[in-house]
């Protein structure tokens, strides 16, 4: 059974860090995974990815204070966000995509088939 689970989302003040993980399991070597986010009313946007070449993007929006990395010994996708925004509050989920991904598209929530529960980030200003 392949199955998402997100862990270590939570408050910060502004300016603060957190580190989120994803835990894998029953997941094929050959994958593009990343990080999306959601708030009430709007649609889903890509945070952060890892194509199944390693090459990894970012949105604009958290280029230079983001860092995703996966380990693939351990099944595990984290992601490292450091000078934490109140735009950046919202709900975090680890997805995973068996499809093969243009560069162009891995920030796209459309091309991912497998989803997490989520993990929710709040930062206060």
């Known amino acids: 059974q392949v199955d998402l689970v997100e862990s270590g989302g939570g408050s910060v003040q502004s300016g603060g860090s957190l580190r989120l993980s994803c835990a894998a399991s029953?997941?094929?070597?050959?994958?593009?995974m990343g990080w999306f986010r959601q708030v009430p009313g709007e649609g889903r946007e890509g945070v952060a990815a890892?194509?199944?070449?390693?090459?990894?993007k970012y949105a604009d929006s958290v280029k230079g204070r983001f860092t995703i990395s996966q380990d693939n010994a351990k099944n595990t996708l984290d992601l490292q966000m450091n000078s934490l925004k109140p735009e950046d509050t919202g709900m975090y989920y680890c997805?995973?995509?068996?499809?093969?991904?243009?560069?162009?598209?891995?920030?796209?929530?459309?091309?991912?088939?497998?989803w997490g529960q989520g993990t929710q980030v709040a930062v206060s200003s």
């Open positions: 997805a995973l995509s068996t499809y093969l991904l243009a560069y162009d598209t891995l920030l796209a929530p459309g091309g991912y088939t497998l």
């Open positions: 890892i194509a199944t070449s390693g090459r990894v």
């Open positions: 029953g997941v094929p070597d050959s994958k593009n």
